[in-house]
């Protein structure tokens, strides 16, 4: 998909505007294990609008800054939900932030069937599938999903996780309208791939997948086969 919109003119960019613009690329340079001229298209488009640029880069740095949850689970988590809103920017640099984070090559290949796969622990397919509930719509985190993550979370990281996830959710789902695709930061290395709709509810939890199942009805469906056909 081509880009559909252009960053801010030049024209715009007051020099409170080129501070930020310069300051995320020095974070993400920290992050990514790699830096490219395209690293913050995203946040260019945000500069159509200086205030929702600023209001946003302020909520997204106070987030990230959280050390409640261990950030790999974190990096785990987003690089799910980009694959899943089918984000090609976020899966690209969520990649390289994951593996920055000490996730392994093996991992992000194993993402699509990461319930069958041995390269995860149990908590981090939990967290998986907790990231696989929320990014479907509608979003459906079943009781026994929460009481689960309960047992491995207290309130407050429950929060931070929520959010992390729900962060990477608006961030994907603000780049694919626009077609703001790869920027080119896992560049010869291996990178996570886009996942089907297929793949993300096979790869749900038990409970999950059991609320989803349809009801039988009370009573067997009229056999169309013997009804008399229209004259």
Not at 90 to 97: A, E, F, L, N
Request: net charge neutral.
């Amino acid at each position: 998909m081509m880009k559909r919109i252009q960053g801010a003119p030049a024209g715009w960019r007051k020099p409170h505007l080129a501070l930020v613009y310069r300051m995320a690329r020095r974070r993400l340079r920290k992050l990514a294990e790699n830096q490219t001229d395209r690293a913050i298209e995203p946040l260019e488009v945000y500069g159509h609008i200086p205030r929702l640029l600023f209001g946003f880069g302020m909520f997204v740095d106070v987030s990230e800054k959280q050390s409640h949850v261990d950030r790999r689970l974190k990096r785990l988590a987003a690089v799910k939900t980009a694959t899943l809103v089918h984000c090609e920017h976020c899966i690209d640099v969520g990649s390289s932030m994951a593996r920055r984070s000490g996730l392994r090559d093996e991992q992000l290949l194993a993402l699509p069937r990461y319930r069958a796969s041995d390269q995860f622990s149990d908590l981090e397919k939990l967290v998986l599938d907790y990231a696989v509930a929320m990014t479907r719509t509608p979003v459906e985190v079943s009781d026994e999903l929460f009481a689960a993550l309960r047992e491995h979370f207290e309130d407050r990281q429950l929060v931070e996780l929520t959010s992390a996830i729900a962060i990477q959710n608006l961030v994907a789902r603000f780049n694919v309208p626009f077609g703001i695709g790869a920027a080119g930061f896992t560049e010869g290395m291996v990178c996570a791939v886009p996942e089907p709709v297929e793949s993300s509810e096979q790869n749900s939890s038990p409970q999950a997948a059991q609320a989803r199942e349809p009801s039988l009805p009370d009573e067997p469906a009229p056999d169309r086969a013997a009804a008399p056909s229209a004259s």
